[in-house]
């Protein structure tokens, strides 16, 4: 991986608040504000995009190719920000439920340049990726979790552990994040290993198949943790991180009754979660709340609270969308 100077699209530290309107006695609710990463859009590809767009440049990139559901958060902020580090983005599209955030996001990624390429299947994916690289495009996997876009959320947890010691909030017993492609929350647990914090990560996973999700977010985390120099201590981050598979329903992108009562409960306390991702792992942080069994949980919210207005201002309406890009919502 290079050396190169990192490029900084989003603001440090993102703040941690309490959310006291949702907390129980003994059991406070505290939430890490990476929705306000970016106010031209937050959530938490930013930190990742650091790393990779930085690490595309050094390699002389001028394209990226890239994979998502339509209407990816990914393929959003990989094309908003790909296209401030100077290079163009190639987004593989494949297909997920219809909701009207996952329009708004497609459109918001074809209105800020995206160039779509929609595979129908699953199955077509290693090929239209594979003609993209070989026209040069920089590869970035699927939720931006290569390992330069892990090792920033290494970098996430000492800047937590930097807060916990300024006094900003006690050091939490457990972080809940969601879990689609697995690298938050692997970064996140190596990271905490290193900084030497008793914090637990609970990963809600949102995506299938479960099996494989776990199974590649420990392998990520493990070549975090060798990353960042925490040889040696792999079981105790096994122990670390757990993987919550109870949350997610019938699969990515298809809300719960769970999730959306969670939506509701966030809601009122002034915070505004997704059916996809964030409700799901905040009807977990709420869970344990309830169970009453930790002291401080801390929830990472992944998602952009930026507003969309400007990002769509220049976009197609649904209707006008290339026919094969309009179908894969369903
Ligand atoms: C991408 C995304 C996630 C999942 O993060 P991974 O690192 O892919 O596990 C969670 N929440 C939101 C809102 C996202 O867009």
Same mark, same amino acid.
């Given at each position: 991986?290079?050396?190169?100077?990192?490029?900084?699209?989003?603001?440090?530290?993102?703040?941690?608040?309490?959310?006291d309107?949702l907390?129980?006695?003994?059991?406070?609710?505290?939430?890490?504000?990476d929705?306000?990463?970016?106010?031209?859009?937050?959530?938490?590809?930013?930190?990742?995009?650091?790393h990779?767009?930085?690490?595309?440049?050094?390699?002389?990139?001028?394209?990226?190719?890239?994979?998502?559901?339509?209407g990816?958060?990914?393929?959003?902020?990989?094309?908003?920000?790909?296209?401030?580090?100077?290079?163009?983005?190639?987004?593989?599209?494949?297909?997920?439920?219809?909701?009207e955030?996952?329009?708004r996001?497609?459109?918001?990624s074809?209105?800020?340049?995206?160039?779509?390429?929609?595979?129908?299947?699953?199955?077509?994916?290693?090929?239209?990726?594979?003609?993209?690289?070989?026209?040069?495009?920089?590869?970035?996997?699927i939720?931006?979790?290569? !390992?330069?876009?892990s090792?920033?959320?290494?970098?996430?947890?000492?800047?937590?552990?930097?807060?916990?010691?300024?006094?900003?909030?006690?050091?939490p017993?457990?972080? !809940?994040?969601?879990?689609?492609?697995?690298?938050?929350?692997?970064?996140?647990?190596?990271?905490?290993?290193?900084?030497?914090?008793?914090?637990?990560?609970?990963?809600? !996973?949102?995506a299938?198949?479960?099996?494989?999700v776990?199974w590649?977010t420990?392998?990520?985390?493990?070549?975090?943790?060798?990353?960042a120099?925490?040889?040696?201590?792999?079981?105790?981050?096994?122990?670390?991180?757990?993987?919550d598979?109870?949350?997610?329903?019938?699969?990515y992108?298809?809300?719960?009754p769970?999730?959306?009562r969670?939506?509701?409960?966030?809601?009122?306390?002034?915070?505004?979660?997704d059916?996809t991702?964030t409700?799901?792992?905040f009807?977990?942080?709420?869970?344990?709340?309830?169970?009453?069994?930790?002291?401080?949980?801390?929830?990472?919210?992944?998602?952009?609270?930026?507003?969309?207005?400007?990002?769509?201002?220049?976009?197609?309406?649904?209707?006008?969308?290339?026919?094969? !890009?309009?179908?894969?919502?369903?």
């Open positions: 991986m290079s050396t190169a100077p990192l490029l900084r699209f989003g603001t440090y530290p993102t703040p941690v608040e309490r959310l309107a907390s129980k006695p003994g059991a406070t609710l505290w939430v890490k504000r929705d306000r990463s970016s106010p031209i859009y937050g959530g938490n590809k930013v930190r990742k995009l650091d990779v767009l930085a690490d595309a440049r050094a390699r002389g990139a001028t394209r990226l190719v890239t994979i998502g559901a339509a990816s958060h990914h393929v959003l902020a990989t094309t908003i920000f790909g296209k401030r580090a100077g290079l163009e983005v190639d987004a593989i599209l494949v297909p997920q439920p219809r909701n955030r996952a329009v996001t497609l459109r918001a074809l209105a800020q340049g995206a160039h779509a390429w929609p595979a129908e299947s699953w199955s077509m994916v290693p090929w239209l990726v594979l003609r993209r690289r070989l026209a040069g495009a920089y590869y970035i996997p939720g931006g979790s290569s !390992v330069a876009g090792m920033a959320y290494v970098d996430a947890a000492r800047e937590l552990a930097a807060q916990v010691r300024a006094r900003e909030m006690p050091e017993d457990a972080i !809940v994040v969601a879990v689609g492609s697995g690298g938050t929350a692997a970064g996140l647990a190596a990271g905490l290993e290193v900084a030497g914090m008793k914090t637990r990560v609970v990963g809600v !996973v949102i299938t198949p479960m099996g494989f776990r590649s420990r392998r990520m985390a493990r070549v975090c943790l060798r990353r120099g925490g040889e040696g201590a792999h079981a105790a981050m096994r122990a670390r991180l757990e993987l598979s109870r949350w997610c329903g019938e699969g992108g298809l809300p719960t769970e999730g959306a969670a939506l509701d409960a966030a809601a009122s306390a002034g915070l505004a979660l059916a991702y409700s799901k792992a009807a977990a942080a709420l869970d344990l709340i309830a169970k009453g069994r930790h002291a401080n949980i801390l929830f990472w919210n992944t998602l952009s609270s930026a507003p969309m207005s400007a990002l769509v201002e220049a976009a197609p309406a649904e209707d006008a969308l290339d026919p094969r !890009v309009r179908r894969l919502l369903r």
